[in-house]
């Protein structure tokens, strides 16, 4: 990519359509931008699809966005920073998933995992091995 392209890009305000993602980033302190929500069409399953544009940095000026953009898609950064707040709201919203699908129907498993100093996970059987390891590393810390 030339660098002029490079510039262009890291101009552009930050993005996702990731709605989970999105409102970690918000609770961390990363402003949405002014511009409204785009519609950018539909899911698989018809759902609108939204795309958030965000600040570049937080607030406070400690959150990179696109750093913690990458950061949330990334199992070994969060298995090597579990005490940073992006990866107590990625735990949540795991969590969260869960056990909503739990109460939505009580034959789909969850297991209550307690680690070390208090911590603990929700995980499914259904779960990648991937996620419950990860998840298991973070509790032995």
Request: with cysteine.
């Amino acid at each position: 990519m030339p660098p002029s392209e490079r510039f262009i890009q890291a101009a552009r305000p930050p993005q996702t359509s990731d709605t989970r993602l999105f409102v970690a980033l918000v609770t961390l302190g990363i402003e949405p931008q002014e511009m409204p929500a785009i519609y950018s069409g539909e899911t698989p399953d018809g759902r609108p699809r939204m795309t958030w544009t965000l600040a570049h940095v937080s607030k406070c000026g400690q959150f990179k966005t696109r750093e913690m953009m990458e950061a949330w898609h990334s199992a070994a950064w969060m298995a090597n920073n579990p005490e940073h707040p992006l990866a107590y709201l990625k735990a949540f919203c795991e969590n969260l998933n869960i056990a909503v699908d739990h109460v939505k129907d009580p034959q789909h498993q969850m297991m209550v995992v307690r680690g070390r100093g208090g911590k603990v996970a929700l995980l499914s059987p259904n779960d990648p091995r991937a996620t419950r390891e990860t998840m298991l590393r973070i509790l032995r810390r």
